[in-house]
């Protein structure tokens, strides 16, 4: 089964986020590709995604995920204690999303932006749909 995290590549929290996913993902289950790339748009495309859906958006299988469910979809195949965040799935989705969207609104104010979407390093490489 697929389990593609499309990521704003610009972003600093996003691109930490995508560094503590790998150290916590033994297995590997993941694949990471950042939305500005060409397989990130594509991947927006064939599933009918908005554009303005731009910070983190999880596809498992054929369901796509976004905003908070798609992270807590996420700690859920993470190692350690991660997973019990998963708990938080009984919150309503507009009360979670509302948290979600005020973060995600300012994170590049309180952690910056990139030029340019990182490079995985040459261990990282195969775990990147897009380098």
Known sequence: ?????????VCNFCNSSVQFIIKRDTKGLFKFS?????????????????????????????????????????????????KLLYVFIVVPKPIRDMAYSYFAKNRYK????????????????ERFLDS
């Open 34 to 82: 950042s939305l500005q790339s060409q397989i990130g748009e594509q991947l927006l495309d064939e599933n009918k995604i908005p554009n303005n859906l731009d910070s983190f958006i999880y596809l498992e299988g054929d369901k796509v995920y976004d905003r908070s469910t798609a992270v807590l979809k996420v700690c859920k195949g993470l190692k350690g204690l991660w």
């Open 110 to 125: 309180w952690f910056g932006k990139r030029d340019a979407c990182m490079i995985p390093t040459p261990e990282q490489r």
């Open 1 to 9: 089964m697929r389990r593609i995290i499309l990521f704003d590549g």
